[in-house]
């Protein structure tokens, strides 16, 4: 399987979104729309840290795990 390359991406461009249910002691992760349709997330109490790039099947695929409970008990 052929691991796609990620476009390059100027991450303070982007405009990064955190779930209405993300605490306010910074305890989120923040999502962003980048280039070529990739999808960043970031740990929002360490945006100085290089954000992590998804293709859109890879999120979906986790967003379906986690919408199915599949992460549960690591909570």
């Known amino acids: 399987m052929n691991t796609p390359t990620p476009p390059p ?3 303070a461009a982007l405009n990064w979104v955190k ?3 993300s605490s306010n ?3 989120c992760v923040e999502l ?3 280039p ?3 999808v960043a997330l970031r740990d929002s109490k ?3 840290r290089e954000p992590l790039l998804f293709t859109p099947a890879e999120l ?3 967003l379906d795990g986690a919408k199915g409970g ?3 008990h690591l909570t």
Do not use: L, M, P, S
């Open 70 to 72: 599949e992460f549960d």
């Open 60 to 62: 979906t695929a986790f």
């Open 36 to 38: 070529q349709g990739w």
């Open 46 to 48: 360490n945006k100085d």
């Open 32 to 34: 962003a729309a980048a």
């Open 19 to 21: 779930a209405t249910a």
């Open 9 to 11: 991406v100027d991450f």
């Open 25 to 27: 002691q910074g305890a």
